[in-house]
Each structure stands twice: as C-alpha cells, then as structure tokens.
C-alpha cells in the first residue's frame, strides 16, 4: 500500500481495521460485485470510517470486489473482511461471479461474453 | 445496530449483476498491463495483496530487517458489457514467486491468454508450465514486440511444446482490435472445450 496515500500513513497496521480478523465471514470472489443504494450509504456511516468508504464507493455503480480495494487502497484482504461484514450487515449487495455450475448457465454467460466482446 | 428494517436477500437483488473474468497471464514485462490497458474503459487498477513472511518463499526477509509483509500487486480492468455482465481482465503478478496468488486469480476465470515475448522466449516456460497444470482454458497469444525476432507461429509452438489443442495466436498488446481477437479466441477456445467435456460426459471444469 502506497502509504504516502494514506493519511493515516503506517501508523494503522494493515488489518488493525478489521480489529485483528483475516478471516471474511463468506469468501467473496475477486471480480465478483457489490452495489449500495443511497439508504445502504446512509446506514453505513454508523458502521465506521472504513465501511462508509466501501459503500460509497458502491453507490450509483457497481464495483467489484479488486476495484473497492483499487479505490480505498487498502490491501485486498483487509477489504475483503470488511465487504464481507457489509454484506452480512445489509449494506451492500453481493451480486453472483460466474456461475460454475451447469451446462446451459456456463454456455450462455460465454456466449454472452463473445457477443459483448464482438460488439466493442 | 438494529437491522430489523434490512432486506439483504429481498429488494435489492432485483437487479443481479453477473461478473466474468479472463487472466491474462505471462512473464515479467510481457506486456499484460498494456493489453489490459488498450481495451478496458477505465485505467487498469493495481490491487494489493499483503503477504505475511511466511509465505514470501525465496524472499529472504532478514535482508530487510522489520518488514514483516510485503505486497504482490496485481493489474486488472473492466468491461462493462451490458448493465447486468461485466467483465474483469486480470494479469497475474509477474514474477513468479507470487504462484500462489496466481490460484486465487484463476478460481472461476472464463480463460486465460498467456502472453509470450519472443526475444526472452525462455520466460514463458515457467507461465505455461502453471496452466498446463489446470484445468482452466488457455490460449497462447505472442506478443509483436517492435524489432523482435518475427518467428513463424508454428517454430514457436514447436519451441516451446504448446500442445496442438492450446490457440497460438499472434498479437500487438497495445492495440484495441488485436486484444479484442485474443479475448474472442480465449472465449472461444472455452466454449468449444467445454462443449467437448460436456459431449463426454465429464464435469463443467471450473478453473
């Protein structure tokens, strides 16, 4: 982490914001994504600094999991356990990675994926 | 805090957003921040995993007295296909004492597209020898470096044993166009192989 960045500089140790937990409540996939609706923003001010900043974030479009920590510039499991805790608070929405599952659900989201790229 | 007024599973959800990702995967300075820079609508993102000492591997952390972490970085970007669909593109951290994020960075990829520089055509046998170890679908794209040594695409398949059912594609990382063909032969190089197992009888590989 760029600490010339962060205020808060190397005077706060890296998980001291998830007050010592390395361990996320779900495991939360890189590129899957999270949104907030401005109620959810709102709520989360009560919930600390660092998570009103996640929610922020969120707000308006939705970001994946590497993008909130890009945008924080916190370490990526630092943010994790926290988006982690949001999710389970009911202030941020987890949206689905790609399912693994299934034949018909896995060819659909490829093909998708060709004609999205086809048409950039 | 009272959550009593929380719906985390109801309202919220009407709108679902799925996410894809494809690795681009490769040597140190191959050139994967610049194919992930040349087709993501935002600038590649730098994420930071920290890692604590006893993973750094070859790291020798008494070279550096007190510094108990150190950080891997990894460059993505995003496309946003549709309002639900969009797609991540990640590079893996170059060198290659960081493997082990590359598994993290796999779980659940569409595919990877592993760049090769033919001048340092040696630093790609490392990268290969990871996908060939998984069951992810790849395809091998060579990156045209400006003055380099322009082999035909079969020497280089033979040099360095990609095997006849992996795409060798030749590419220009900076170019928006160019990285779009990889991306659509990455993409589908996975449908046909998963069409392939799915023939068979064998299980939807998952990364």
């Not at chain 1, 994946?64 to 949001?86: Q, W």
């Not at chain 2, 659509?184 to 299980?203: F, K, S």
Request: glycine fraction near 8%; proline fraction near 6%.
């Amino acid at each position: 982490m760029d600490q010339r960045r962060d205020p808060r500089g190397a005077l706060v140790r890296p998980y001291a914001v998830t007050r010592g937990r390395t361990e996320p409540l779900q495991d939360i996939a890189l590129e899957a994504v999270l949104s907030s609706t401005p109620t959810q923003v709102a709520e989360s001010r009560f919930a600390g600094h660092d998570k009103y900043r996640i929610a922020t974030v969120c707000e308006g479009r939705a970001q994946s999991l590497a993008e909130i920590a890009a945008y924080t510039r916190m370490p990526l499991g630092v943010t994790r356990v926290l988006v982690a805790d949001l999710v389970a608070e009911g202030l941020l929405t987890l949206h689905t990675a790609a399912p693994a599952e299934g034949f018909e659900e896995r060819m659909n989201l490829l093909g998708r994926v060709l004609s999205g790229l086809r048409e950039l | 805090m009272d959550f009593a007024n929380y719906d985390p599973a109801g309202a919220h959800r009407s709108r679902e957003i799925i996410s894809a990702k494809i690795v681009v995967g490769g040597g140190f300075g191959v050139g994967k921040t610049t194919l992930v820079g040349a087709i993501s609508e935002i600038t590649p993102l730098t994420t930071e995993a920290l890692m604590t000492a006893a993973g750094v591997g070859i790291d020798d952390p008494s070279k550096v007295p007190g510094k108990e972490t150190t950080t891997v970085a990894m460059d993505f970007g995003r496309i946003t296909m549709a309002q639900d669909l969009i797609l991540y593109l990640f590079g893996t951290p170059g060198q290659t004492r960081f493997w082990f994020m590359w598994d993290e960075i796999i779980r659940g990829a569409v595919g990877a597209a592993v760049l090769v520089d033919t001048r340092r055509i040696t630093d790609a046998f490392a990268p290969l020898d990871y996908f060939e170890n998984r069951n992810l679908p790849y395809v091998v794209a060579l990156n045209r470096f400006d003055g380099a040594p322009q082999y035909e695409l079969e020497e280089v398949r033979e040099a360095l044993a990609i095997s006849p059912d992996v795409p060798l594609v030749s590419c220009d990382a900076r170019h928006r166009e160019s990285v779009k063909q990889v991306l659509v032969t990455v993409v589908e190089h996975a449908m046909a192989r998963l069409q392939a197992e799915h023939g068979r009888g064998y299980p939807t590989p998952v990364g």
